[in-house]
């Protein structure tokens, strides 16, 4: 990876690409001829010395998330992060903003891409102005102003929001969910349920509107689209991941482990992984989530997503939630072009809205705004899953073990499951609670 230039817009010829250069990085002797806004490449400016080659210094920021490239001394521009080649600024803005959102069909490249901080399409009108300054009134060309209009407003917007904002990434706490750790528990306890808002009321991003707002689930249906993949969870992920969260009035976070098969497009979940530390603990963090990757590796699972919890409000994500969920999205799918899902699950364990005393779990993803309202905040939607229970399994089979025949003259199979259980089991009332379920669901159907 790394040896070859990507297969993208970069790959066109020169009267199919718009960044391509016309005289082959030649300005013409004397500079007589006139270059044109789109004739302007990387390798002119470098020849001209307006820019110099070199490590880490091109720069995109998109919808919260930063990609770094270098450089090279013939024009190219290499991704930090895997080492792929782009030939232009407008093929590596494309690739890179179709990871975040698909829907995106152009890359606005120069207006995207910054050199040293300094968007390149200042660069290209300092050239003009230097060298061809008869040409400053059409410094703009056909349909470039549109986009540098676009690029602006988006620009605007996430400096605006910087300090609002959690960039989660998988391997790394999250901070957001830390900050509200900060606050005395008896008053996070003690505090008003909050009320999700409807996702239509949102509008584009405001600095001013609290990150902690929370926001209601959209079907897929209602945006017009299919889910793209299904889910089928291990019933044993749903119960830890509810015991962790009913532990403490603090938020809580953990991970979750599975399979993705491309083929059947199923995201298997099988195991939740809590984080055991405090949130606001930064000094063991690095230490515990090493282990969680360690435990991944070797029971041969992937990190397919995250939960987290809300203790006495209702399971919706809130701004922050789905900025994270976006993150982590991105993060799974990593630099290749197939789809990898990540699942968010949000248990509100305390919340008062629950009827009855079962949390309710909420399973979510995030799709980007649509392209023509960038600015917007992602669309949280509810993901349908299928439960794994094991007792389901078996629940019919006709070797079923039937638990309220006995064992032996003294106690019922039932009895000797209960033991043996509790003999691993440590002596709190929640663990109890979670196997009284359990041999509930055995009894159903049994009489």
Request: aromatic fraction near 8%; glycine fraction near 8%.
């Amino acid at each position: 990876m790394g040896s070859e230039p990507a297969l993208e817009e970069e790959d066109l010829s020169p009267a199919e690409d718009p960044d391509a250069d016309p005289l082959g990085g030649r300005v013409p002797a004397g500079r007589g001829a006139v270059l044109t806004r789109r004739g302007i490449t990387l390798r002119v400016l470098l020849k001209d010395g307006l820019i110099e080659p070199g490590d880490s210094v091109l720069s995109i920021h998109y919808l919260g998330k930063r990609f770094v490239g270098d450089l090279l001394c013939d024009g190219k521009i290499r991704w930090v992060e895997t080492g792929q080649l782009f030939n232009s600024p407008s093929a590596w803005a494309t690739h890179c903003k179709k990871l975040i959102n698909p829907a995106k069909k152009s890359g606005c490249g120069w207006a995207s891409v910054k050199y040293r901080g300094q968007k390149l399409v200042q660069y290209k009108t300092s050239w003009l102005h230097k060298y061809q300054p008869a040409a400053e009134t059409g410094l703009v060309s056909e349909g470039e102003e549109e986009e540098l209009g676009e690029e602006e407003e988006e620009e605007e917007e996430r400096s605006r929001k910087t300090g609002s904002k959690s960039q989660l990434e998988p391997g790394k706490r999250d901070e957001a969910a830390a900050r509200s750790e900060s606050s005395p528990p008896e008053k996070r306890g003690e505090r008003k349920e909050c009320v999700p808002v409807r996702y239509h009321t949102l509008g584009s991003r405001d600095s001013g509107r609290d990150p902690h707002t929370l926001v209601e689930l959209t079907a897929f249906s209602a945006i017009n689209r299919f889910q793209p993949f299904n889910v089928a969870m291990s019933s044993n992920v749903l119960l830890l991941l509810d015991f962790h969260c009913h532990l403490t009035r603090s938020e809580v976070v953990g991970y979750l482990g599975g399979r993705w098969d491309t083929n059947t497009q199923l995201l298997t979940v099988l195991r939740a992984f809590p984080c055991r530390s405090r949130l606001a603990d930064r000094d063991s963090a690095p230490a515990v989530e090493e282990e969680i990757c360690q435990n991944l590796f070797m029971r041969g699972l992937s990190l397919v997503g995250w939960y987290h919890s809300h203790p006495f409000s209702p399971p919706h994500p809130s701004l922050q939630d789905i900025d994270s969920q976006m993150d982590y999205q991105l993060k799974l799918q990593g630099s290749s072009n197939g789809f990898q899902p990540c699942l968010g699950l949000l248990c509100g364990p305390y919340s008062l809205g629950n009827q009855g005393l079962q949390s309710k779990i909420t399973p979510f993803c995030v799709v980007p705004p649509p392209e023509q309202r960038p600015n917007d905040y992602g669309i949280p939607v509810e993901v349908e899953v299928s439960s794994m229970l094991l007792v389901e399994f078996y629940k019919w089979a006709p070797d079923l073990v039937r638990f309220t025949e006995p064992w032996n003259q003294e106690i019922t199979f039932l009895d000797k499951l209960k033991g043996s259980l509790n003999g691993h089991a440590p002596k709190d009332q929640a663990y109890s609670q979670i196997l009284e379920y359990v041999y509930n669901q055995l009894l159903t159907g049994q009489g």
